[in-house]
Structures are given as C-alpha cells and as structure tokens.
C-alpha cells in the first residue's frame, strides 16, 4: 500500500489527484489524505446550483468542485479531513463501507469516542454525523473516500449548502442534510485535524506494515495541475455537467412582479418564458429568446444583459436587478 499525504489545500487539486492515481497506479492499493481550503465538493450526478447557495458562496470566494463518485454535497474547509482508498475492485462487495471506515472507527475508540458506521455510509456518534462516505468503481479500481469533521466552521457549511427549494425541479440527487456534528468536543484538548491526521496515518501503517509513505513528484504535481485545467476547474464539469432541471424564480423590485421559468440541459437554457405584471415597450418574448443557448451561468447572463436595453423589455430596472431572477 502507498500512503500519499497531499501537499495541497487546493479543492481543485485534491479532486484531481483522486483521478490521476488511477491512471498512474491501476494495481496498486492506495491511501490517499488530503485537507482543502473552504471550498463544496459536489456528488456527480448532483445539480450544482440546486445543491449550493450561490450568491453566499461566490461572496466568500468558496470553491466548487464535482468529483467523480455519486452522493451528496459536502462541504470541506481546514477543520475537515479528507480520506481516499484506492483498490482493486475484485470480489469487493461494493456496497461494503465498513472495511475502509475501520481504521477511522478504530482511531476514536482508542481514545475512548463510541463512533461506529451506522446506516450505509456514515459514520456517527452520539446519533449524529462525523463522516460521510461515498464511492466509485473505475478502471477495475474501486475507490471508497469521505470526509471526517474535526473542527469545520458549522455555520458557514450549513450557509454554503443552504438554497430555496422552491427554485428547482430537476431529476437530480438532493443531498441528504443530516444532522452533522464535529468532533473536536470529543477530541483531547489541543487537537487539531493535522494531530489526527497522523494518527490515522499510524494506524494504517499498523494494519498495513509493508505500507510506504511516498509523495508527489514534480512530474505528477505537473500532470494533476494540467487535469485541474482540462477538467476540474471547468465550468463544463462543475456546472455544465450537472443533469437537466427546470429552474423557476420570482422577484418584486419597483418596475413590477417578474417571473422566470427556465429549462436548462447539460448547463444551458433550452427554452425561458417571462411573467410579470411589468411594462415592456418590446415583446418580452424577444429577450426569451436571446436567452437560449446562454449557460445558465451569471457572468454569461450579465455580458448578455449589459448588451441590451432592458429598460424596453421591464421598463426602469437595472441589470443587478433582473441577474436576481437568475440566482
């Protein structure tokens, strides 16, 4: 077994790394632990901007990143850390998740914590959620990761996943907003995630005793951070990629009562339709249509809106006002 220890509190990179070492490694079994900035990780068939509150995250400059396993959304900042085992998939039962949490459960145990795997892929005590895991096959590989709260900012995760569910109806995976708790009030005083990091690194040469601590190389610095601009920090793979979903949002400003109704495939707007007891000297259903093909993105909604006369379609308004529709 190789155990890596990222370097990185880059989501971006983490997220790629995971990918890379299935193409570097596909034989070898892997422990893999990293520690991100603030930033949301997004299941992959999940629709991104169902599960994140936009406006709270694009202020507080947080991170939006699908990886490549299925679940729900979880947020990561650096009271929070990250494990990934890489392994054959054999005659793995997939949908096992105990092999991989034990060595976490042991770890707390020994310092006294009850934490057991409850359910099919979390980890609690007391009742209420430390560790989310999710998985992936690929490769003939099997990849199980999740995260563990030591000491994460509560708030701003429940702020950062927060949105109107009103706003969406779409086919996608919602996560499941489980009670969440951290463990830091478990945890001897003074610990930090970096303390418990190395206690679960010493727990797994335990268990592995052939186990080799190895580190990125330059060349695979290089090769992750060329994934993260081919893939990871696209717009196409955090957005784009999210399934279809109908998006629908009213606002009331000066100019009158505005409706929007959205279909958007694969990141883009399909078809748009505009209510509202406003006054539009030009046939709203011209501004429909110059929203079609548009990604349902705020920086291409702004370029289209400050290239227009929105006054002929809303009468007084502002773009700040009438980008509201779309968040």
């Known amino acids: 077994m190789f155990i890596i220890d990222s370097p990185s509190h880059d989501a971006y990179f983490n997220i790629a790394s995971e990918e890379y070492l299935l193409t570097k490694y596909p034989k070898e079994p892997i422990f893999l632990l990293y520690i991100n900035d603030p930033s949301i990780i997004i299941g992959k068939f999940q629709n991104t901007l169902a599960e994140i ?40 039962d997939f949908m096992d998740f105990s092999t991989f949490t034990q060595p976490i459960v042991s770890v707390l145990n020994k310092l006294n914590i009850p934490a057991k795997l409850e359910g099919r892929n979390d980890l609690l005590v007391d009742g209420k959620k430390f560790s989310g895991n999710a998985k992936l096959a690929k490769n003939g590989k099997m990849v199980q990761h999740g995260t563990i709260l030591i000491d994460s900012q509560m708030q701003i995760l429940s702020d950062a996943l927060k949105v109107n569910p009103l706003k969406f109806v779409d086919k996608a995976v919602k ?27 010493a727990e ?39 399934p279809n979903y109908n998006f629908k949002k009213a606002i009331k400003i000066p100019a009158g009562f505005i409706e929007l109704h959205l279909d958007v495939h694969k990141g883009s707007i399909e078809h748009a339709k505009i209510f509202g007891d406003f006054f539009a000297a030009e046939s709203i259903h011209e501004l429909e249509q110059l929203l079609i093909g548009k990604k349902h993105q705020l920086e291409e909604i702004r370029a289209l809106l400050e290239a227009i006369d929105l006054t002929s379609y809303f009468g007084k308004v502002d773009v700040a006002e009438i980008l509201e529709l779309f968040k």
């Open 204 to 242: 797994m040469q335990r268990e592995n005793p052939d186990a080799e601590i190895i580190h990125f190389s330059a060349t695979d610095i290089q090769n992750i951070e060329n994934l993260v601009k081919e893939k990871y920090e696209t717009w196409d793979w955090n957005f784009g990629f999210s």
């Open 175 to 201: 996560s499941n907003r489980a009670r969440v708790t951290n463990l830091i009030g478990y945890l001897p005083q003074g610990f930090t995630t970096v303390k418990f990091k190395e206690l679960l690194i």
């Open 53 to 92: 509150n936009l406006d709270y995250v694009n202020d507080n400059k947080i991170k939006i990143v699908r990886r490549m396993s299925g679940g729900g959304a979880v947020y990561h900042d650096l009271g929070n850390l990250n494990f990934s085992f890489h392994t054959l998939l054999g005659n793995l």
